[in-house]
DNA sequence: TACAGTTGGTCCGGTACCGCACACAGGCCC
DNA sequence: GGGCCTGTGTGCGGTACCGGACCAACTGTA
């Protein structure tokens, strides 16, 4: 679980829970990259949390009541159309937060959020998110490129939906997973995969023995492994590696 | 063209061009919408320009200079593959402004940015657009807001090209391509609209024959002419509207 | 140890779309 | 007019993926 230390007595007020939390202790990358004092800022907020499998972040088109940073465990961002289809738009992290549309002037968000990967992190409530981000630029600006960020993989995956076949999809999404998990190996059944890259379950079946095949990763019932990581980016050919590239870039290592 | 009087000599100094421009004869929807006092804040940064089709308004991974308003005309963003296929990932008009990146903290876009459809517009400096969305908070929420609805264009696309048949898509880009130009009827090629929509030249001319067929729209030699706008939206389905009732929601009518 | 629920492997026919190629038509310039 | 470029119509074989179904294997609970 998290690291976390008590100033005093842990009782919220009307503002913030005053819980002293160590940085060097948190996982997420954009909460260790904060300054000293933005870090001193954000920290009484937060409320450590289990995000358990299939914990809800965010409904789609309903008031945002609290944004979450993630320590451990991966959210899927997952667009549904009017007929029912649906289809992973992006995912994170310990790499970011969500939902971030609260910083862009919307209290809602057209999609889902939901704990694909089970895990722990942070959450704090939406006014006291806009409350501190509305003090500090320099840690507005950390959370605004983790949006720029999270565009750019989004728009990856309307790249990569409309021009790779589902093999190298796949492999793609096995690395942002394990670029996010920090293991080579994580709980998943190819029904859900099924769901995040919007095609037949069965096809993923056939799309997991290929890259099984070539040695690339190893499937268990519900569960993937990866074999090797170098091979299966060169699987996964163009598909992978443009946000990646961006979060480096503009924020720091993963 | 644009409407536009000169306050003194429109000389421009180390800030800002003073143009003294009106904005009840702006048709860019941002601009319309913001107070008077906004408008006035950024009117004397904005340099008029025609912006012919071809127009490069932005260079994936280098530096953004300049910032666009639509006035006319439509913009497309593209992204692209290291294998060197491309797809669109959203498009503006009238309805917005880009690179919105800039207001995220990167000076870059991974995306190319420009005129599928000629037109006219404003530009003014990364410089100044900055300084300027600043110092006024409500400016910057209206920019940030047209940050989220693309967004939610780019996370649309996603869901469509990996969900949709070409048809529907093809339906879906008409209809997003009227909304932001005010015409039934605009010039383009089965070329461009297959690099657009990620698909084979010859899958498009298919799909708009099957659109023709059922008498929604009237192609000819480079152009392409809606006869009927509401069965066209019903072809379109699921895969437009997203984005569009997002706008009405936070900005206001298109 | 039996059972039920979940997950994965496989097979069917069908089709949307691919890559490629070639012919033809509209509009432009000499 | 003739030549030329760009844009459009069309055909052919191939394939990635679909929808649907069924059964086998594993796992948790009784």
């Known amino acids: 679980m998290v690291a976390f230390r008590q100033g005093g007595n842990a009782v919220p007020n009307s503002f913030c829970v005053h819980a002293m939390l160590d940085q060097s202790t948190v996982s997420n990358r954009l909460l260790a990259h904060l300054s000293r004092d933005d870090f001193a800022l954000l920290a009484p907020c937060l409320t450590p949390l289990d995000l358990y499998r299939d914990y809800v972040l965010a409904i789609p088109n309903t008031p945002i009541g609290d944004v979450y ?128 890259l919007g095609v037949r379950r069965s096809s993923v079946t056939d799309a997991i023995h290929l890259l099984e095949g070539d040695a690339l990763i190893k499937a268990t019932r519900g569960n993937i492994r990866i074999l090797d990581r170098v091979r299966l980016e060169r699987a996964a050919g163009a598909s992978y590696g443009v946000p990646e590239a961006e979060f480096r870039r503009l924020i720091g290592p993963l």
């Not at 899927?76 to 995912?91: L, M, N, Y």
């Not at 993989?153 to 942002?176: C, D, F, H, K, P």
């Open 69 to 196: 940073f993630i320590e451990s465990g991966m959210v899927s961002v997952v667009a549904e159309k009017a007929d029912g289809r649906s289809i992973e738009v992006g995912i994170y992290g310990r790499d970011g937060f969500g939902p971030g549309t609260v910083l862009l002037g919307s209290e809602q968000t057209p999609h889902h959020h939901y704990m694909q990967i089970g895990g722990t992190g942070f959450k704090l409530s939406t006014k006291d998110f806009l409350q501190v981000t509305g003090k500090s630029a320099p840690l507005r600006t950390v959370m605004m490129r983790f949006i720029h960020v999270f565009m750019t993989q989004t728009a990856q995956s309307a790249l990569v939906n409309g021009s790779s076949v589902i093999e190298e999809r796949l492999a793609r999404w096995v690395l942002m997973c394990r670029d996010r998990l920090e293991t080579d190996e994580f709980p998943i059944t190819h029904d859900f995969l099924s769901m995040m």
